[in-house]
Nanobody, 116 residues
Framework: QVRIVESGGGLVQPGGSLRLSCEAS????????IRWYRQAPGKERELVAG????????NYADSVKGRFTISRDNAKNTAYLQMNVLKPEDTAVYYC?????????WGQGTQVTVSS
């Protein structure tokens, strides 16, 4: 059974940091690219960051470049999103996505709220 579980969200003050985790099971994790998306209230889901299956290539939305870092540990079937210098506009539900050709899996999301 395929399972993706995000964790690590919460309430943080502006300028603070959080690290999100994406734990996967039920599929060959190291064959899949991983992406983090986010969706704020009233807005469309947007791509935040992506990492290739072996972790050799990453990409970021312009809005998070220099502040967020995506990584993965294939031995633990887990991906991460380190978020630094958080801003109120980073408030959203963050989703982990695993994708390979026609195969596409999603987690349930974790809430990140940046507020003083």
């Amino acid at each position: 059974q395929v399972r993706i579980v995000e964790s690590g969200g919460g309430l943080v003050q502006p300028g603070g940091s959080l690290r999100l985790s994406c734990e996967a099971s039920g599929f060959t994790f190291n064959a899949y690219g991983i992406r983090w998306y986010r969706q704020a209230p009233g807005k469309e889901r947007e791509l935040v960051a992506g990492i290739s299956s072996a972790g050799l290539s990453t990409n970021y939305a312009d809005s998070v470049k220099g502040r967020f870092t995506i990584s993965r540990d294939n031995a633990k079937n887990t991906a991460y999103l380190q978020m630094n210098v958080l801003k109120p506009e980073d408030t959203a539900v963050y989703y982990c996505n695993a994708a390979l050709l026609w195969s596409d899996f999603w987690g349930q999301g974790t809430q990140v709220t940046v507020s003083s």
